[in-house]
T-cell receptor
Framework: EPEVTQTPSHQVTQMGQEVILRCVPI?????FYWYRQILGQKVEFLVS????????KSEIFDDQFSVERPDGSNFTLKIRSTKLEDSAMYFC???????????FGPGTRLTVL | GENVEQHPSTLSVQEGDSAVIKCTYS??????FPWYKQELGKGPQLIID?????GEKKDQRIAVTLNKTAKHFSLHITETQPEDSAVYFC?????????????FGSGTQLTVLP
């Protein structure tokens, strides 16, 4: 069964450093998403991406964040200058054309020291 | 924006009993309501969903009901088993073109006691 994969599973970084989180969505899916979950809190929407551009973004997704689909398979989230409060689990998700269901990856745990 | 409230935050049931988790939403334009199960250390897994043109949907031991007028929806799990123990999240979305962000509830930790 096809699934969303994410790398790395755990990323530790120093405050102020740049990080790139990587995702491989389900092939033939066209909509891509990033969500985050701070420990013990709700899953929060960050951004959605369709047709090579951002469709929606939340207030969390400020100028420090960017997304890219550099090739036909990867979907990345970049945080330019990490802050302590960026520590969270980051989930990638994807959905297919004409389908509402979003399928989530296993997540990347980001720890900012 | 949309706000989703979920209750209870924790729920313990005996194996074989039923479990019910309830959610309310604020945006009357929301038209898609999925439920996710999250096991420890894993990503949310879609278990069932319902669209606003349907009042109830069932898949084996799992059912979801939607009351658009009252803006609430519920997850029902019958004949619970220990492997049903997990955190369950409800979510709501207003699907319109390429817009389809999910707003999640705060989660329910379900424990099924053997």
């Amino acid at each position: 069964e096809p699934e969303v994969t994410q790398t790395p599973s755990h990323q530790v970084t120093q405050m102020g450093q740049e990080v790139i989180l990587r995702c491989v969505p389900i092939s033939n899916h066209l909509y891509f998403y990033w969500y985050r979950q701070i420990l013990g809190q709700k899953v929060e929407f960050l951004v959605s991406f369709y047709n090579n551009e951002i469709s929606e973004k939340s207030e969390i997704f400020d100028d420090q964040f960017s997304v890219e689909r550099p090739d036909g398979s990867n979907f990345t989230l970049k945080i330019r200058s990490t802050k302590l409060e960026d520590s969270a689990m980051y989930f990638c998700a994807s959905s297919g054309q004409g389908r509402n269901e979003q399928f989530f990856g296993p997540g990347t745990r980001l720890t900012v020291l | 924006g949309e706000n989703v409230e979920q209750h209870p935050s924790t729920l313990s049931v005996q194996e074989g009993d039923s479990a019910v988790i309830k959610c309310t939403y604020s945006d009357s334009a929301s038209n898609y309501f999925p439920w996710y199960k999250q096991e420890l250390g894993k990503g949310p897994q879609l278990i069932i969903d319902i669209r606003s043109n349907v009042g109830e949907k069932k898949d084996q031991r799992i059912a979801v009901t939607l009351n658009k007028t009252a803006k609430h929806f519920s997850l029902h799990i019958t004949e619970t088993q220990p492997e049903d123990s997990a955190v369950y999240f409800c979510a709501a979305s207003r699907i319109a073109g390429s817009a389809r962000q999910l707003t999640f509830g705060s989660g329910t930790q379900l424990t099924v006691l053997p």
